[in-house]
C-alpha cells in the first residue's frame, strides 16, 4: 500500500506485511501475508495464536536476548530451580517439540526497518565466546571454553547480520548483545495481566505529563458515562489509577469492573509504543459485545494517530463481527482476520481480506 492520504485518514504501509515461522513453539511451519495495520488471530486451541504472537516479539528484538526473558516472565516460567537440580533453560521451549537439534527461523516482510530474518540455533563453540574487542591478534586473548548450554541468535537483512549470545555460566545466566544493538518498539500484553494496576498508574502518569489523558479518559466514558476524572492515588501502599464517577471520592479503576480496567490496558498500551507494534491476547476480554464496535472505532483512531500496528489473539466471533463492521465504514480498510488450522506437518494461516471475510460472515463461515 503506498503512502498518501484519504481525508483525514493516514494511508501507510505497515510495519509488518508478512512473517514466516519455522521450528517454534507448536508451530513447525507457517507462512501468511497480507497483514495490515489491525490483525485479529483467530483459531482452535493449541492453533499457534499465542506462539504467534510470540514470534512477532523475538522478530522484534532484531537479536536481542531479552525479549526471551520477557516472555518466561509473562508465561511464569522461571529459569530457577530447587537446590541440587538444574532448572531447564529458559531456551529450551522455544522449540518445537524442545528439539533444539533444528534452528527457529523468523523471517518477515514490511518497511525497511522490520525486513529481516531472526535464527535461534542452540550450541556454541569457544570461538562464539571471544571477545571481539580482546586483542587476539596479538595472541594475548585467552580463549574461554565453550559453555554446556547456550543459543545464539542471528539477526540477518539485505547481506547484513549480527548476533547476540545467551548461555548458561555457573548457576546463572549471561547475555552479550550486538555491537549495534537495534529493535523495534514492541510491546506483549499478556492474557495473564501481572501488576496491571501499578503500570496502568505509571502509564496513565506518563499520558498526563504530556497532557493527553483525554485519550482514556473519552473511551472509558463509553463503558461508564458518568466517568469524569481520571488520576493517580495512593491506595495504601500502592498508587492506582482511581476514577471520578460522581460518588464525591474518586474510587480505583479495577473496582469499575474488569472491562474498565481492559478497555485502560489497552489504550495506554498503544500510547507506549508509538511507531512500533502491539501485542494482544484475548483482546476482547472482559469487554461485552454491545461495546466492541466503539471500542474498535476508538483503537482505530488511537493506532493511526501514534502509527501502530496491533496483532491480537480472539476467541469472539462478535470481536470480528465488530472490527469488520468498523473498518468497512472507515476510507481505508485496515483489518485483516488470520485463521491459524493446525495438521501434523504443519499451521496453515488462512488470511481474509474485506470482501472475503464479508463472504465467510455471510455464509456462516467458522471464523473463530
Known sequence: MASGSTGDFKVCRPLYTGLEIVNFRCIRRLKA?????????????????????EALLLHSGQADPRPIWTLCQLRGVSPKAPPGATPDPPWLFLFARCASEEPVAIHATGRPQAEGTLTIQCGLTAEDLQDPTAPEATGTAERRPAPAEGVKLIWEHKGSRRQSLLYREGAGYQTRLPADPSALIARFMSARAGDAMRELAAEFGSLELENRQGLLLDTLRMMEPRLTRLS?????????????????RSMPLCLLGAGAEQLARLILGVTTVPGGLLLVEAIESCIHHTNLLRLWRALGELLEQLDVQLFATTYSRECIMAAHHAFSEAPEYVFSLVRLEQSARETRAV???????EEALEADFEVR
Open 33 to 53: 501475508d497480507g497483514f495490515r495495520r489491525i490483525n485479529l488471530i483467530s483459531g482452535n486451541n493449541g492453533a499457534g495464536k499465542s506462539a504467534f504472537l
Open 232 to 248: 493517580v492515588a495512593s491506595c495504601g501502599t500502592e498508587m492506582m489509577l482511581c476514577a471520578d464517577v460522581g460518588l464525591g
Open 351 to 357: 488470511v481474509y481480506d474485506q470482501e472475503g471475510l
